[in-house]
């Protein structure tokens, strides 16, 4: 009976799904456990290979822990809000909410291409999801407890005594009774007010006030500001100081925008990893963009103005090396300050800096530029003037925009300062600056007044005390963490519950909620540079607007998945974002497998949202996520052609176009540089005689002729992408090939002696551009869901990147083929009841052993091996027996469910094994009765001898030097030594 894997999976899919086998229960007796994927962004283009990988390493576990009793919770949804929805609604004009909801449920776009839908892709891979409980981002019914969660921030302020965020009202109590002075918050910079003037105020003034205390609030920012796309960007939507979306280039920009005041919670969200289960190489991703820093703040005085420019420095023991400062270019002070005859380089230099992304600004180490302002600061313990300049390496988002420079102390400074022709100040005792900074905190301070003869350890303490005692500034610790920018100017986002009054903003009442995304007539910016929501008039949004308009931005493409994992819990509640009764039982997620390239956006973003939320008493967990896994990425293997395009002459050059095999690539190094014809290898040779059979004088010129018999090929050469469905294994199909694009039509091809066409190979990243994107959808047609999730497992552990290679998976279909023989003969399914022998006991028990132990210890590869083995020793032993085979199907069904199911109700169980019980190993059954020893003569391993395990070290020599074996090796001489190792080695000494 054959293994119709087609059928069997089609019907236990409509089974769990019309069954509703994975429904997680809110009220359950049995111990929960939350295990959760990064959910996915739906593109039109689907799920490649490389997508379900950590989704089916997810479900092993979700699988595994419902074998072991307890009540799993495994949603799925979509973080469906994002920048690819718009942009394909500016191309076309189709509503993002259309295209979205195709690319997830399928169906065809407006191109008439069949998108087969996220949803559709999934269920054929068989996961155990919770689909009852599918959140959507963009579905105004989620994110209504988004814009709530909004107000939530909004409402509310950082109290550093208590040492949490408080509801707002408890502030204006505050305010009302004694003013701001004896409030300890995390603000803005703010004159302090007393209780009078307070009152004194009227509502738009206190308003404002209160926008400086806010932990959602407005301000002028610097951001990174795309014009192309007439957006701003996060840090991690940019990519070489380009868009990652189009590649456009992206400016830094002083703009009003929201943002989030995730710096109150620095010192937590640092402290807080400390008890997470998650790799030491993410926590440190994290701690360095939190990147915490104690040192001094310290003012210095401009010359000839009333102006200070502020610095924080963890050096201040240095502080008497400082011969310059370098501001950010958009530092408020710069215009000011700079004198008039360097007014036009300064002003040039700000355009060139603000066309920079901040990544760039940070990373380009090389280029050495700057501008001097012309003014001076006064140092403030020496009064000597120091030079004040901009630098596009210093970013007025991040501390205090400035700089002070100690050359002899920090190798930038050195370089800035070389450059500049800067006097270079050397503080550090018995050390030479000559040839770079002195980087190292280990010297001992030098012509630095009250801090000379002292370590830098002890300079700096002494440093940071003279600083408060003269009034000069204070010891201060400072985040390298910055508020995070929270409006896009985009039209496919969560709307803001803000309506604004004189421009000062407003919340929407809690009843009116949702505020949904209006209609608009284009998906663009206004004439005027307005966000595409300005194109909506006040009545065309589902609420009213009390002020003169509603907010126009909308909400960046974190702020959905900042919460999502909340909402699983409770998502069709239509009164609170999750019921206290549902959040208590189902606490945090237990196991979160996602991307690491996530560590400074969402994964930091949901953690701060998880603080807020648990400081207002909303959750009653303050992390999110307890143990993380990040898989690795599935990479494609991209097929590549090796182009010649020779220089033409009045003709097109794709007509004289030359494809070369990559087995000829080396061949074709021969001929690319100066060469003689009767020096080149046989196969080089037969390169250039192809070649130079196409030339037409005149018109085409392969070669460049620098003599009789030397030559060179005169050519730009280049690799193009293939497509990966033209190929078999190496071997390129011409006619595919040719019929893809006209410009193939025509081409040539230098092929193998037997006429193959081979293809180089390049692992790189899966996707369309480079036509090596393979689908799960025609794996599992061609060998079946069971076989495609076995196979991901098997390419190797799970957190390592790894090619994607089709090769090894007929081996993992065979094994499952091999294992459908084990409970069929020719007349169909046969199991018998016998009882089993000791060796079919020992390869089952070893075999739930291992598979529990690696599953355990989330090593997902290993247990696919062990199932492998079982299967080809239970066939060796020609085992049937209901005893092993039952128990088998348990520990196979997390990672091979379909035909785990099929075999289990052919079995007569009338109840998804999904209900089953994980079953224990008996130690008994894998002691071994025996133990197999090398033996060697004089250190040569000659044989192997089966002896019982427990026999004695002199029983085992006896037996070794009695064997037959034995005699012809010691060739009748009696051994000087015999060496036993119980259960290890012997070794015959002669």
């Not at 807080?272 to 360095?288: A, F, H, Y």
């Not at 690539?665 to 080089?684: C, Y």
């Not at 196409?694 to 030397?710: L, N, Q």
Request: glycine share 6%.
């Amino acid at each position: 009976m054959q293994y119709q894997f087609n059928e069997i999976e089609k019907k236990w899919q409509k089974y769990w799904e019309e069954n509703k086998t994975y429904a997680a229960k809110d009220n359950s007796v049995k111990p929960k456990y939350y295990v959760l994927d990064m959910f996915p962004y739906p593109s039109g283009a689907g799920l490649h290979v490389g997508h379900p990988l950590g989704y089916i390493a997810s479900d092993i576990f979700a699988r595994y822990k419902r074998l072991q009793g307890y009540n799993v919770l495994h949603p799925m949804g979509y973080d469906s809000f994002g920048l690819p929805a718009e942009q394909y609604a500016i191309q076309t004009g189709q509503h993002p909410a259309v295209t979205t909801k195709v690319n997830i449920e399928g169906g065809v776009d407006k191109q008439g291409n069949v998108i087969p839908g996220y949803r559709n892709q999934l269920d054929k891979i068989g996961f155990s999801f919770d689909w009852d409980r599918e959140v959507r981002t963009s579905d105004p019914n989620y994110y209504k407890w988004t814009q709530w969660i909004f107000k939530q921030l909004f409402n509310s302020w950082y109290n550093n005594i208590t040492d949490k965020a408080e509801k707002i009202d408890t502030l204006i109590e505050k305010f009302a009774a004694e003013g701001n002075t004896n409030v300890n918050a995390v603000c803005a910079d703010v004159a302090n007010f007393s209780a009078d003037e307070w009152k004194s105020w009227g509502e738009e003034e206190q308003q404002k006030m209160l926008m400086n205390y806010r932990i959602t609030f407005l301000s002028d920012t610097w951001v990174n500001w795309c014009p192309a796309l007439g957006t701003v960007l996060a840090n991690d939507e940019i990519k070489d100081g380009v868009s990652e979306r189009g590649g456009h280039p992206v400016e830094q920009k002083l703009m009003r925008q929201w943002s989030m005041r995730i710096t109150a919670y620095a010192e937590r969200l640092l402290s807080g990893l400390e008890g997470l289960d998650w790799s030491e190489s993410i926590k440190d991703v994290q701690r360095n963009w939190i990147g915490k820093s104690v040192g001094a703040s310290v003012e210095f005085q401009v010359q000839n103005s009333t102006a200070k420019i502020e610095v924080f420095t963890t050096r201040p023991d240095t502080i008497f090396g400082v011969s310059f400062m370098v501001l950010a270019p958009e530092h408020p002070l710069v215009n000011k300050i700079t004198t008039v005859e360097q007014k036009a380089e300064v002003e040039a230099y700000q355009k060139a800096a603000s066309l920079k992304s901040e990544r760039d600004r940070q990373s380009d180490i090389k280029n050495i530029t700057g501008a001097f302002t012309g003014a001076f600061a006064i140092h403030p313990f020496t009064g000597d003037k120091v030079q004040i300049w901009i630098g596009d390496y210093v970013l007025a988002s991040y501390g205090t925009g400035a700089v002070m420079a100690v050359p002899c102390g920090d190798q930038r400074d050195w370089d800035f300062a070389t450059h500049f022709g800067i006097e270079i100040k050397n503080i550090f005792k018995d050390k030479d600056i000559s040839e770079g900074a002195y980087a190292e905190k280990d010297a001992v301070i030098a012509h630095s007044d009250f801090l000379n003869d002292l370590p830098a350890k002890e300079a700096i303490k002494k440093a940071i005390a003279e600083i408060e005692k003269r009034g000069l500034g204070k010891g201060k610790t400072q985040y390298r963490l910055r508020d995070a920018v929270f409006s896009r100017q985009r039209y496919w986002g969560e709307p803001f519950p803000v309506y604004y009054k004189n421009e000062v903003p407003y919340l929407i009442d809690d009843k009116d909620l949702p505020v949904v995304l209006p209609e608009v007539d284009k998906y663009l910016p206004t004439e005027d540079g307005q966000p595409p929501l300005a194109r909506a008039k006040k009545e065309d949004w589902n609420v009213t607007c009390p002020g003169e308009r509603m907010e126009y931005n909308t909400m960046p493409g974190w702020a959905g998945s900042s919460w999502y994992f909340l909402r699983y819990m409770d998502p069709t509640n239509d009164n609170e974002f999750v019921a206290k009764e549902k959040v208590d039982y189902w606490q945090n997620v237990d196991l979160y497998i996602g991307g690491a390239e996530h560590a400074t956006g969402h994964l930091l973003y949901a953690r701060f949202w998880t603080k807020f939320l648990h400081d207002l008493g909303y959750v009653p967990f303050d992390e999110p996520f307890q143990k993380m896994i990040n898989q690795g990425m599935i990479q494609g293997n991209s097929a590549l052609v090796y182009k010649v395009i020779p220089d033409t002459t009045n003709r097109r050059q794709e007509d004289y176009i030359i494809y070369v095999s990559a087995n000829f690539s080396s061949e074709l190094k021969e001929i690319d540089k100066k060469f003689k014809v009767n020096e080149l290898t046989p196969r080089a040779k037969e390169i250039y005689e192809f070649i130079r059979n196409k030339e037409e004088e005149g018109v085409v010129d392969y070669f460049t002729k620098f003599g009789e018999e030397e030559f060179q090929l005169n050519y730009s050469s280049s690799l193009i992408n293939v497509d990966i469905n033209y190929l078999d294994g190496d071997k390129l199909d011409l006619d595919k090939f040719r019929n893809w694009r006209a410009e193939f039509k025509n081409a040539e091809f230098i092929k193998e002696e037997n006429g193959d066409f081979i293809v180089g190979r390049e692992i790189d990243k899966m996707s369309k551009s480079k036509y090596n994107v393979q689908t799960p959808d025609e794996l599992v047609e061609k060998f079946g869901a069971d076989t495609l999730r076995c196979y991901e497992m098997f390419l190797g552990p799970l957190e390592q990147h790894k090619p994607w290679d089709t090769q090894g998976i007929t081996g993992v279909h065979g094994f499952l083929k091999k294992l459908w023989r084990l409970y069929h003969d020719d007349n169909g399914f046969n199991v018998s009841d016998e009882i089993p022998s000791n060796e079919e006991l020992k390869s089952l028990h070893k075999t739930i052993k291992k598979v529990k132990e690696d599953i355990e210890r989330f090593s997902f590869n290993t247990p696919v091996s062990a199932f492998m083995i079982c299967v080809n020793e239970l066939t060796a032993l020609k085992c049937n027996k209901r005893e092993i085979l039952e128990p088998l199907l348990i520990i196979l069904a997390p990672y091979a469910p379909h035909i785990a199911e099929e075999l289990w109700a052919k079995l007569g169980n009338t109840e998804s094994i999904t209900y089953a019980v994980f079953p224990k190993h008996n130690d008994a059954y894998l002691v071994e009765s025996n133990h197999k020893y090398p033996v060697s003569f004089n250190g040569k391993m000659r044989f192997m001898l089966e002896l019982p395990a427990d026999m004695s070290k002199e029983d085992i020599e006896k037996e070794v030097l009695a064997n037959e074996q034995s005699q012809k090796y010691l060739e009748g001489k009696a051994p000087k030594k015999v060496i036993v190792v119980p259960k290890k080695i012997v070794n015959v000494v002669i």
